[in-house]
Structures are given as structure tokens and as C-alpha cells.
């Protein structure tokens, strides 16, 4: 299952920058997550600074 990202995000951008597949944006309030794209390997998750990234 693609990781989702939840409402607590604060938008810094950590997981962008952490995705190696990058398939993670900016969108209207918080990042967000192409579940085509993700790969599930966790990085987002395990780099979020208030765990907003989950396995869905």
C-alpha cells in the first residue's frame, strides 16, 4: 500500500527531499503522495518531523 500524507503536516518539505523515487509534491496546504509513483520503501515517513507520512 502507498503511503499517504496526513493532516498534520507542516509542510517543510523533508519528505520531498527524501524520496527517491520522487513521487512526492507540494500541494494546496500540505505535500502530497503519488500512490502510483511510491514505492512504499518508508523514507518519507521515517524523515517527517511529526509522522504525518503513513503506510495507508
Not at 1 to 10: F, L, N, R, S, W
Not at 33 to 47: L, P, Q, S, Y
Given at each position: 500500500?502507498?503511503?499517504?500524507?496526513?493532516?498534520?503536516?507542516?509542510?517543510c518539505g523533508a519528505c520531498a527531499a527524501e524520496c527517491p523515487v520522487e513521487a512526492i509534491s507540494e500541494g494546496d496546504g500540505k505535500y502530497v503522495?503519488?500512490?502510483?509513483?511510491?514505492?512504499?520503501?518508508?523514507?518519507?515517513?521515517?524523515?517527517c518531523p511529526v509522522e504525518a507520512p503513513q503506510a495507508e
Open positions: 500500500m502507498a503511503y499517504v500524507i496526513g493532516d498534520e503536516c507542516i509542510s503522495i503519488d500512490a502510483d509513483t511510491c514505492i512504499e520503501c518508508g523514507a518519507c515517513a521515517g524523515t
